[in-house]
């Protein structure tokens, strides 16, 4: 039988903020709060988080152990080499993939991506090629083959660094699907990349509880717009993210 596994990208040598995937949100940290939601998702088989064999990587693989979640270990710039041997190693055949900085992500909106992906029979489906959905609700499905194509062909250093940039620029060789919000709210920032977007997260998570979901989300920021502006200028910093319509 296939196995779907979704493999979660960690490390805690971020410069913006710190040590973030750990950082404590409400009751639990932001990273298990992405593990939480993915353990949710009926159609995956495993969650697995990737980190790097660097050394400020220890205490990410301690928290792994001491909680019992699945890991691998990797290189620290070339992620594609890490998502491949870390697929191969938990035998995955369609992979999911999502950041350890999006502590929001939506169980319901992984599984529509993942159906998404098994009925149009996607090597690739992704719910930000046009980008509709907030960004921090960002979900990547593709199968093991094409995973092996790009790192056998792969040799850009952006397609090292960011996994399916391989994958998103062959859209006459592989079958590329993008699954699209019922309305558009990419103007709606919930990644945690910087101390403001934390603050919003943990505003958000306050208000609406840590079963905060899409469409609970997206009704509080219609009633309270002015949430946009917790962020706002992160999202200024990060404008290149809302630009990049299409594949690029």
Known sequence: MAKTVAIVQARLSSTRLPEKVLKPLLSKPVLAHVIDRLDQVNLIDEVVIATTIDKEDDPLIDWCKKNGKSYFRGDLTNVLSRFYYCANQYQADHIVRVTSDNPLVDPFLVEQTLKHYFKTKSDYCANN????????????????????????????????????????????????????????MSHIRITCDEPEDFQLIKIILKILGESANFHSIVKLFEELPALCNVNKSAKLRHKEYNDGQGIK
């Open 129 to 184: 090629i046009v980008k509709s959905f907030p960004h921090g609700l960002d979900v990547e499905v593709f199968s093991f083959e094409s995973l092996r194509a790009s790192f056998e062909e792969a040799k850009e250093a952006f397609e090292l660094e960011h996994v399916t940039q391989f994958i998103r620029h062959r859209v006459d060789r592989f079958k590329v699907e993008n699954y699209l919000s019922p309305k558009p």
